[in-house]
């Protein structure tokens, strides 16, 4: 949405200023792939209601309104802080929607990464973001982002109950997504023009259509790990990503690492570390408790 097409020695050229068209597009490519997959391979037995997937559609479109909208009115801090901690809402939502119950030791890990990331991530963008600046309309909304988005991952985890496979998860919210986002557009009356814009410079239709599918690709990955590993581990997994983003690019780039930020790291590899200890130390556990359970045969 930065690059300008069309640009010649005559003409400035323009941007495509649509995000939502992208979105769509994103969501319609990704609708594609998972029906197609699901056409020509076997999938389990479908046995969940399909509105069920209209909550975690729309759950999951006002979560990126409530984000983009709020980079409006907080600070810089203030973002880093919220995305840094979404683990802890995402483990409480568990216990709202799925009845989920969660150990100690993950409560606090989960606040070591948060403090972590937290860390790391201001350490290292001191001065580039000059807005300090955070009201309470801000905050609302803010707090919007963090309850729809732990709420997202959590529906689809409750969903995988019914023993879904996750590209019919994902063929399944893609399809209320395209439907929210097409009613939206022709609402606005953007879609058409988008469209045109798109006829009018081929190379925009090459991008947009590269990002869609980098994006289908990326929900198969994010669909796979909520399935597997659960709505907590795939928000650790995001959150860390943000924070070794960075890392590599520091030690790419040669870019130093101050000291609060190697203290972030830090905190971050000893929760990493609890975390690993603590779970083999509870299957060790269970397995001992099996194993005592288990009917001595007698000779």
Same mark, same amino acid.
């Given at each position: 949405?930065?690059?300008?097409?069309?640009?010649?020695?005559?003409?400035?050229?323009?941007?495509?200023?649509?995000?939502?068209?992208?979105?769509?597009?994103?969501?319609?490519?990704?609708?594609?792939?998972?029906?197609?997959?699901?056409?020509?391979?076997?999938?389990?037995?479908?046995?969940?209601?399909?509105?069920?997937?209209?909550?975690?559609?729309?759950?999951?479109?006002?979560?990126?309104?409530?984000?983009?909208?709020?980079?409006?009115?907080?600070?810089?801090?203030?973002?880093?802080?919220?995305?840094?901690?979404?683990?802890?809402?995402?483990?409480?939502?568990?216990?709202?929607?799925?009845?989920?119950?969660?150990?100690?030791?993950?409560?606090?890990?989960?606040?070591?990464?948060?403090?972590?990331? %937290?860390? *790391?991530?201001?350490?290292? &963008?001191?001065?580039?973001?000059?807005?300090? @600046?955070?009201? !309470? +309309?801000? #905050?609302?909304?803010?707090?919007?982002?963090?309850?729809?988005?732990?709420?997202?991952?959590?529906?689809?985890? %409750?969903? *995988?109950?019914?023993?879904? &496979?996750?590209?019919?998860?994902?063929?399944? @919210?893609?399809? !209320? +997504?395209? #439907?929210?986002?097409?009613?939206?557009?022709?609402?606005?009356?953007?879609?058409?023009?988008?469209?045109?814009?798109?006829?009018?410079?081929?190379?925009?239709?090459?991008?947009?259509?590269?990002?869609? @599918?980098?994006?289908?690709?990326?929900?198969?990955?994010?669909?796979?790990?909520?399935?597997?590993?659960?709505?907590?581990?795939?928000?650790?997994?995001?959150?860390?990503?943000?924070?070794?983003?960075?890392?590599?690019?520091?030690?790419?780039?040669?870019?130093?690492?101050?000291?609060?930020?190697?203290?972030?790291?830090?905190?971050?590899?000893?929760?990493?570390?609890?975390?690993?200890?603590?779970?083999?130390?509870?299957?060790?556990?269970?397995?001992?408790?099996?194993?005592?359970?288990?009917?001595?045969?007698?000779?």
């Amino acid at each position: 949405m930065t690059r300008t097409y069309g640009a010649t020695d005559s003409s400035p050229g323009e941007k495509f200023k649509d995000s939502q068209f992208l979105v769509f597009m994103n969501r319609i490519l990704a609708f594609t792939v998972a029906g197609l997959y699901c056409a020509v391979s076997k999938q389990p037995r479908h046995g969940a209601p399909m509105y069920k997937y209209s909550f975690a559609s729309l759950s999951n479109i006002l979560s990126s309104w409530c984000q983009y909208e709020a980079l409006k009115f907080i600070s810089f801090p203030t973002q880093v802080l919220a995305k840094a901690s979404k683990v802890i809402p995402v483990m409480l939502m568990g216990k709202l929607v799925s009845s989920k119950s969660y150990e100690y030791w993950e409560y606090l890990t989960a606040v070591l990464i948060s403090i972590g990331v %937290s860390m *790391f991530l201001l350490s290292n &963008s001191t001065g580039k973001h000059p807005s300090t @600046v955070t009201t !309470f +309309s801000g #905050l609302v909304i803010l707090a919007g982002y963090i309850v729809f988005d732990s709420f997202t991952s959590n529906w689809q985890d %409750s969903l *995988f109950k019914y023993k879904m &496979s996750s590209v019919q998860m994902m063929f399944g @919210v893609n399809l !209320f +997504s395209c #439907l929210f986002t097409m009613g939206s557009l022709l609402e606005q009356g953007a879609l058409f023009e988008s469209v045109r814009f798109m006829a009018r410079h081929p190379e925009f239709a090459v991008h947009a259509a590269l990002l869609s @599918v980098c994006s289908a690709f990326g929900q198969l990955f994010i669909f796979y790990t909520i399935n597997r590993f659960g709505a907590a581990v795939f928000t650790i997994i995001m959150t860390l990503r943000q924070a070794f983003a960075i890392l590599l690019s520091c030690l790419i780039y040669g870019h130093a690492v101050s000291l609060v930020g190697g203290l972030g790291v830090a905190v971050v590899f000893l929760a990493l570390f609890l975390r690993v200890y603590a779970r083999s130390r509870m299957k060790k556990r269970s397995r001992k408790a099996v194993l005592s359970e288990a009917p001595v045969q007698k000779v």
